[in-house]
């Protein structure tokens, strides 16, 4: 079974600063993973991918880092803006053998002025 | 290209009432899902479907029904509407199944029970 695990419902931080976001994994079967950033009254939309060959993955602002030793999924934010308050999700690329995609609870981040 | 679409934006019903969000999507993918987010929850799953014909439930299916009998159509039946129910419901596409293609999510309909 696919599993993914974001353990921090919540992160507050200072606009200018680093936001991080982690997930966890317990299934190495995947190529890639992806983010997604949903604000309220919207839909979530897709931020940022990583390949499961490489270790990091730049966009802008924002990055992706993968350690596969440790299973562990991190997205870096530098620097936040409040425009970047909103849930994240990382969920498992896809699920099972027909697609199942479960996105769980998300972090909830908020950047303060 | 208007990518996701869903209709309505907005309902209030009566317990016992039936109806069905539409959702529609012009981008030809395969697999669509409908999710469901309570207030200060996640994202649950409640059915998807991977082409024209084929359905499966995810992990919140009761109380709902689909059917996929066109690749851009996919929508959502609720026959005996529940406070229960009461949520904003999101549906989504994605293109076959590769693992690096992101879902593409509607802006939600944001259903009522009272």
């Known amino acids: 079974d696919q599993q993914v695990k974001q353990n921090s419902p919540s992160l507050s931080v200072q606009e200018g600063r680093i936001s991080i976001l982690n997930c966890d994994y317990t299934?190495?079967?995947?190529?890639?993973f992806l983010w997604y950033k949903k604000y309220p009254a919207e839909g979530p939309t897709f931020l940022i991918s990583?390949?499961?060959?490489?270790d990091k993955n730049e966009d802008g602002r924002f990055t992706v880092f993968l350690n596969k030793s440790a299973k562990h999924l991190s997205l870096h934010i530098v620097p936040s803006q409040p425009g970047d308050s909103a849930v994240y999700f990382c969920?498992?690329?896809?699920?099972?053998?027909?697609?199942?995609?479960?996105f769980g609870k998300g972090t909830k981040l908020s950047v303060k002025p | 290209n208007a990518g996701v679409t869903q209709t309505p934006k907005f309902r209030i019903l009566k317990i016992g009432q039936s109806m069905t969000l539409q959702c529609a999507q012009d981008?030809?993918?395969?697999?669509m899902y409908w999710y469901r987010q309570d207030p200060g929850m996640g994202l649950k799953l409640i059915y998807y479907?991977?082409?024209?014909?084929?359905?499966d439930k995810g992990e919140v299916p009761n109380g709902y029904n689909v059917s996929r009998s066109t690749t851009e159509d996919f929508p959502l039946r609720l026959e005996l509407a529940a406070p229960s129910q009461t949520s904003v419901y999101f549906c989504?596409?994605?293109?076959?199944?590769?693992?690096?293609?992101?879902?593409?999510f509607g802006n939600g309909t944001r259903l009522t029970v009272t």
């Open positions: 969920p498992p690329p896809y699920g099972g053998s027909q697609g199942n995609l479960i």
């Open positions: 990583i390949s499961s060959i490489k």
């Open positions: 299934n190495s079967m995947f190529d890639y």
């Open positions: 479907s991977v082409g024209a014909g084929i359905t």
């Open positions: 981008m030809n993918h395969n697999y």
């Open positions: 989504a596409s994605r293109q076959l199944r590769e693992e690096n293609s992101p879902l593409h």
